[in-house]
Structures are given as structure tokens and as C-alpha cells.
């Protein structure tokens, strides 16, 4: 089955998180309607950019789907209080996991969708049994964690991964979407999303570019996504 629409889902952490009100109402005016959230516990990667009571009061703000990935070490107390919030899905590390069935049940008896997040050097092979349960697949495309260090780039692997796992959920004629995150940048979007990608996490080297407005980055982010779509092959099961 061929994907034919793509998410753009802007990265809170590239947002002016001094301002966050002010943040979010902007880019509900652009339409989007998809917020990606970074919680992130500072001993899986070396980064706190919101806490809890953060998302709590972001959620009072917004009637936007709050897209959120756990870089954590206890997934079950970060899953559950992610559901006490209401979000509306969840994502968490395989690398940090030792009850990985038992947290896809967790989010998805919860009501929200269930997905796993892999870092760069994951093999897809650690899906092999979970894929089915999965509503998505996070393919870290930097190390987790490491974006504001500018010297981190997207792994030149990066477009082979997606592509991998395209074709492994095709073949399995799943409804798997796939989620890119790390370094989505306007050169790299309309390779990613022809290998395909569902949903692009933007951060601060497409939807916040500094030099143009988020309206202008979102109409240039939409034609690399076109171009992308124009290009993407269906693969036969």
C-alpha cells in the first residue's frame, strides 16, 4: 500500500521555549496540527529541555496531537505519566527497554498509538516480532539527545535505513508509519520521504530556519515533501 500524505511534526525544542504559548499558537495558525516532544531524562543523553509539569501545561494550551519521544531509562514511569497527560502517542527506546511488549500494551490500551524509537546503529532486526504492534517506527537519524551540538550530522546511512524499513513494512503490508528525526534538513527531506518517511520531525534545519519565517519554511518543507511523493516507489508484498 502507497503512503500518499506526509506529517510535518515541529520540534518543541526548536521553538522559543521562553515563549511557549506564543510558540504554539504560531504554529497552529500555519495549520499544523502535529507537536513533537522531546523528554528527555538526562542519563540516557546528556539534555533536560522540559519537564513534566512543562507538557502538563502545554496540554491546557492546545488541542494539537502531542507527538511524544522518550529518551529515557525508565520508560514505564515517563509512559505512564505521558498518559496522564492525554497524549496522543507515545514513542520509546528499544535500547532502553527490558518490557517492550509490555509498554506497547501499556500506550495502546491507554487510547494512545504505540511506537518504538531506534538509534542510528539499531538494526531494524530487534523489529522482527514487534513490527505488527507498532503504530509507528522513530528512526533516529543523529545520536538521541545530541542535537544542539552542530557538529553532530545525520548519519550518511540515513536514507538506506528508511528505505529498509519501507520495504520490510510493504512486504508485511503493515500500517507502520514511519517517523525521521535528527538533522531533517530542506536537502535531505524530499530523499527521505521518496525512501519512505510519514512523518518528518522539523527542528532548526527546516520549519525554524532562521532565515525566513515558519510560513515560508513550512511552503518550501511542503515542496521537497511533493517531490518526494512524486519520486516514492510501492513495493510489492
Known amino acids: 500500500m502507497q503512503k500518499n500524505s506526509v506529517i510535518i511534526a ?14 504554539i499558537k504560531a504554529l497552529e495558525k500555519e495549520g499544523l496540527d502535529t507537536l513533537h516532544i522531546d523528554i528527555i531524562d538526562g542519563a540516557f543523553s546528556p539534555s533536560m529541555p522540559l519537564g ?33 497527560i492525554g497524549v496522543e502517542q507515545i514513542s520509546f527506546h528499544l535500547e532502553s527497554s527490558m518490557h517492550t511488549d509490555r509498554y ?4 495502546k490500551n491507554s487510547g494512545a498509538k504505540a511506537g518504538v524509537a531506534l538509534n542510528p546503529t539499531t538494526p531494524l532486526s530487534t523489529l522482527d516480532y514487534l513490527l505488527p504492534q507498532c503504530d509507528t517506527v522513530l528512526l533516529m537519524l543523529i545520536n538521541p539527545g545530541f542535537a544542539t551540538f552542530k557538529s553532530e550530522k545525520q548519519v550518511p546511512y540515513a536514507a538506506e535505513k528508511v528505505q529498509d524499513l519501507y520495504e520490510l513494512i ?14 531533517v534538513s530542506m536537502d535531505s527531506i524530499a530523499t527521505l520521504v521518496e525512501h519512505g518517511a510519514d512523518t518528518l520531525v522539523a527542528g532548526s534545519t527546516s520549519l525554524f530556519m532562521k532565515d525566513q519565517s515558519v510560513s515560508e519554511n513550512k511552503q518550501t518543507m511542503e515542496q521537497h515533501i511533493q517531490a518526494g511523493l512524486s519520486r516514492r516507489k510501492v513495493v510489492n508484498s
Do not use: W, Y
Open 52 to 84: 513534566i509539569d512543562t507538557v502538563k501545561q502545554m496540554r491546557k494550551l492546545t488541542d494539537m496531537q502531542f507527538d511524544v519521544h522518550l529518551m529515557t531509562n525508565d520508560n514505564e514511569f515517563f509512559i505512564q505519566e505521558m498518559i496522564d
Open 170 to 183: 510493504q512486504r508485511r503490508n503493515l500500517q507502520t508509519q514511519i517517523e525521521v528525526d535528527g538533522r
Open 10 to 23: 515541529p520540534s518543541i525544542m526548536s521553538a522559543d521555549l521562553c515563549n511557549l504559548e506564543t510558540s
Open 104 to 107: 506497547l500494551n501499556l500506550i
